[in-house]
């Protein structure tokens, strides 16, 4: 059933039209998600499907008694209402608190606010999450979501994926959020140049669609045939655990990328690297780490010894809150420990992109700002310079003569990560840096750091770009280490969730002991039929951090062999020995795993 259709619509900002005679449909069940370069017309485009925005010209209609849920980039709220009368519109306690699904969405958007809140008291995140819910809460026939991920972490958007593909309701997102796309698009919709270009399948299929169509005309230029095919490359090439790719385009796939090299040349930047940097780049020796200082705040790291070694790229991952940014700090060396030692290497050239916008001359000229830092800089094997990497990076002709005070919040994220490459760092550490860049942005910044020698630690909650800049992932788990994860975000995701079970579990173990005279005499009776004692669920849980202690040793000490490696790549004697332990350690931490993997379904089966 067709629910919105679009005839010959145009629209325009003043000179700039965004749409013009824009003719598309949109039916029952379609899941489509909209890309495009930022300020092209995705807002104009699903603000006029929603109907708060008229075009200049053309007719928009919807089916009668279309049920529209829009979400929009900014959120108005009644500051002194009530969080749960904004979300559950009036609804009794026993109504919705009786609703699995309305429970299941205050579980995970709105589990660390208090409900009896007023709004004005939410922080931005918060205000976001809290629009969010209300709009999950009601039913729709067509949902509209503009960047619905936004100050979402990776479990949060993972669950939010999972909650949108199981609706009913036909759905239209804007974000740039490549992993979201995927999840959850059959569809995608790019606005470019005024038009909407179709493409049947999620951002993968879109990639290879868009690659296809270039080939066969054989019009784009040369630069962004090598972006597409290196992005192409590295889809079909990247992590296992990307099950998106879609079949029915991998035979156009194939001519593109036969000779196409990996998207980075590993051994040899890390060769670069290691040249630049020696064998010592950030170790931490028994180090503690408050979020708020000695002993305030929640506990980061508590006894962590780690090393980050010359061209490691590690994505640093852990919930909202759980002390990313404050461990970054920490290796720039804007934070102390509260205790431990922290080691780093005579020859860092040491880059922070934090969060917050450096302060920069609101006066200035885009060129000039990046500039005066440095005219040229070499990046991998090429130079570059200054108004080369600003038309890399969105740039273009005249703007790179705007003046940084009308800049927006992204274009200052972008020359801020400019100034910072112009320094030529050999340590580079990320604090969301995908924050308000659109897509075409986002693989041009990929493809910089690709050529790009050095240590880079970044954080990102775009699943899609850590998977891609990152080689492998540690997480903050809540217990005060760096949790080595070969498995990568998936991995991530399954440790938080059976950790989830397990804290349960505890707790309805503990609180059945507490109070109980009889425990140990119960701790000796045999299990319920199919079921465990509480006396075995501990020793299980034992086993289980003993276990993962034991990963993480084998995982400290593989980043340990790999730097040797680095060290030692012309003394091919050594490197055998080195190798044959790597193999050996990869081995012994397989079966640790494996193990692992056998303790936790039994606790999960008990």
């Given at each position: 059933m067709?629910l919105?259709?679009?005839?010959?619509?145009?629209?325009?900002?003043?000179?700039?039209p965004?749409?013009?005679?824009?003719?598309?449909g949109?039916e029952?069940g379609?899941?489509?998600?909209?890309v495009?370069?930022?300020?092209?017309?995705k807002?104009?485009?699903?603000?006029?499907?929603?109907?708060?925005?008229k075009?200049?010209?053309?007719?928009?209609?919807?089916?009668?008694?279309?049920r529209v849920g829009?979400?929009?980039?900014?959120?108005q709220?009644?500051?002194?209402?009530?969080?749960?009368?904004?979300?559950?519109?009036?609804?009794?306690?026993?109504?919705?608190?009786?609703?699995?699904?309305i429970r299941?969405?205050?579980?995970?958007?709105?589990?660390?606010?208090d409900?009896?809140?007023?709004?004005?008291?939410?922080?931005?995140g918060?205000?976001?999450?809290?629009?969010l819910?209300?709009?999950l809460?009601?039913?729709?026939?067509?949902?509209?979501?503009?960047?619905?991920?936004?100050?979402l972490?990776?479990?949060?958007?993972?669950?939010?994926?999972?909650?949108?593909v199981q609706?009913?309701?036909?759905?239209l997102?804007?974000t740039?959020?490549r992993?979201?796309?995927?999840?959850?698009?059959?569809?995608?919709?790019e606005?470019?140049?005024?038009?909407?270009e179709?493409?049947?399948?999620?951002y993968?299929?879109?990639?290879?669609?868009?690659a296809?169509?270039?080939?066969?005309a054989?019009?784009?230029?040369?630069?962004?045939q090598?972006?597409?095919?290196k992005?192409?490359?590295?889809l079909?090439?990247?992590?296992?655990?990307?099950?998106?790719?879609?079949?029915?385009?991998?035979n156009?796939?194939e001519?593109?990328i036969?000779n196409?090299?990996?998207?980075?040349?590993?051994v040899?930047?890390?060769?670069?690297?290691?040249?630049?940097?020696?064998?010592?780049?950030?170790?931490?020796?028994?180090?503690?780490?408050?979020?708020?200082?000695?002993?305030?705040?929640?506990?980061?790291?508590?006894?962590?010894?780690?090393q980050?070694?010359?061209?490691?790229?590690?994505?640093l991952?852990?919930?909202?809150g759980?002390?990313?940014?404050s461990v970054?700090?920490?290796?720039?060396?804007?934070?102390?420990?509260?205790?431990?030692?922290?080691v780093?290497?005579k020859?860092?050239?040491l880059?922070?992109?934090?969060?917050?916008?450096?302060?920069l001359?609101?006066?200035?000229?885009?060129?000039?700002?990046?500039?005066?830092?440095?005219?040229?800089?070499?990046?991998?094997?090429?130079?570059?310079?200054a108004?080369?990497?600003l038309?890399?990076?969105?740039?273009?002709?005249?703007?790179?003569?705007?003046?940084?005070?009308?800049?927006?919040?992204?274009?200052?994220?972008?020359?801020?990560?400019?100034?910072?490459?112009?320094?030529?760092?050999?340590?580079?550490?990320?604090?969301e840096?995908?924050?308000?860049?659109?897509?075409?942005?986002?693989?041009?910044?990929?493809?910089?750091?690709?050529?790009?020698?050095?240590?880079?630690?970044?954080?990102?909650?775009d699943?899609?770009?850590?998977?891609?800049v990152?080689?492998?992932?540690?997480?903050?788990l809540?217990?005060?280490?760096?949790?080595?994860?070969?498995?990568g975000?998936?991995?991530?995701?399954?440790?938080?969730?059976?950790?989830?079970?397990?804290?349960?579990?505890?707790?309805?173990v503990?609180?059945?002991?507490?109070?109980?005279?009889?425990r140990?005499?119960?701790?000796?009776?045999?299990?319920p039929?199919?079921?465990?004692?509480?006396?075995?669920l501990?020793?299980?849980?034992?086993?289980?951090?003993r276990?993962?202690?034991?990963?993480?040793?084998?995982?400290?000490?593989?980043?340990?062999?790999?730097?040797?490696?680095?060290?030692?790549?012309?003394?091919?004697?050594?490197?055998?020995?080195?190798?044959?332990?790597?193999?050996?350690?990869?081995?012994?931490?397989?079966?640790?795993?494996?193990?692992?993997?056998?303790?936790?379904?039994?606790?999960?089966?008990?």
């Amino acid at each position: 059933m067709n629910l919105v259709n679009l005839e010959s619509v145009s629209h325009a900002f003043g000179p700039k039209p965004l749409l013009a005679d824009v003719s598309l449909g949109l039916e029952e069940g379609d899941r489509i998600g909209v890309v495009g370069r930022n300020g092209g017309g995705k807002t104009t485009l699903i603000s006029i499907i929603a109907g708060t925005l008229k075009p200049d010209s053309g007719r928009v209609t919807h089916t009668r008694g279309l049920r529209v849920g829009a979400l929009a980039q900014r959120d108005q709220f009644d500051p002194d209402a009530a969080v749960k009368d904004i979300v559950l519109g009036g609804r009794a306690e026993h109504e919705w608190a009786g609703d699995a699904a309305i429970r299941e969405i205050l579980a995970n958007l709105l589990s660390d606010i208090d409900l009896a809140s007023p709004a004005g008291a939410l922080s931005g995140g918060e205000r976001r999450r809290t629009a969010l819910a209300r709009l999950l809460v009601e039913e729709h026939d067509l949902l509209i979501l503009d960047e619905p991920t936004n100050h979402l972490d990776i479990e949060a958007i993972a669950w939010l994926a999972g909650h949108l593909v199981q609706r009913k309701s036909a759905l239209l997102v804007v974000t740039h959020d490549r992993w979201f796309l995927d999840a959850v698009s059959t569809r995608t919709w790019e606005v470019v140049d005024g038009s909407v270009e179709r493409y049947e399948g999620g951002y993968a299929a879109y990639v290879l669609a868009k690659a296809e169509r270039a080939r066969i005309a054989q019009a784009a230029e040369e630069r962004r045939q090598n972006l597409m095919r290196k992005e192409i490359a590295w889809l079909r090439r990247g992590p296992p655990a990307r099950t998106s790719k879609p079949k029915f385009r991998i035979n156009a796939a194939e001519a593109l990328i036969a000779n196409e090299p990996p998207p980075r040349e590993t051994v040899e930047l890390l060769s670069f690297a290691s040249a630049r940097l020696g064998k010592t780049v950030v170790d931490l020796e028994d180090v503690t780490l408050h979020a708020g200082g000695p002993d305030a705040g929640p506990l980061v790291l508590d006894h962590c010894t780690y090393q980050f070694g010359p061209g490691d790229r590690i994505g640093l991952i852990g919930v909202n809150g759980s002390g990313k940014s404050s461990v970054l700090r920490l290796l720039s060396g804007t934070v102390e420990a509260d205790s431990g030692r922290i080691v780093r290497g005579k020859t860092v050239r040491l880059a922070h992109l934090s969060q917050e916008l450096a302060e920069l001359d609101p006066t200035r000229r885009v060129l000039e700002t990046v500039e005066e830092i440095r005219k040229y800089v070499q990046v991998g094997k090429k130079e570059w310079s200054a108004s080369q990497l600003l038309e890399r990076l969105g740039f273009r002709g005249e703007a790179q003569w705007k003046v940084v005070g009308d800049l927006s919040g992204g274009e200052r994220r972008r020359l801020q990560f400019l100034r910072l490459i112009m320094n030529e760092p050999n340590v580079l550490l990320l604090d969301e840096p995908t924050n308000d860049l659109d897509i075409e942005t986002l693989t041009e910044l990929e493809d910089l750091l690709d050529g790009w020698p050095g240590t880079l630690v970044v954080v990102s909650h775009d699943r899609y770009f850590l998977e891609r800049v990152a080689d492998r992932c540690v997480a903050l788990l809540g217990d005060g280490r760096l949790s080595m994860l070969p498995g990568g975000v998936d991995e991530y995701l399954e440790r938080r969730a059976a950790g989830a079970a397990l804290s349960a579990r505890a707790a309805a173990v503990t609180a059945a002991a507490t109070g109980a005279p009889e425990r140990a005499a119960r701790d000796e009776e045999p299990a319920p039929a199919g079921g465990l004692s509480a006396k075995e669920l501990r020793e299980l849980q034992k086993e289980l951090n003993r276990l993962e202690r034991q990963i993480d040793k084998f995982g400290e000490r593989e980043a340990k062999l790999h730097a040797e490696m680095a060290e030692a790549a012309s003394d091919f004697e050594r490197l055998g020995r080195l190798d044959a332990e790597l193999r050996e350690i990869a081995a012994q931490k397989e079966s640790a795993e494996i193990e692992w993997m056998a303790v936790a379904e039994r606790l999960e089966g008990r």
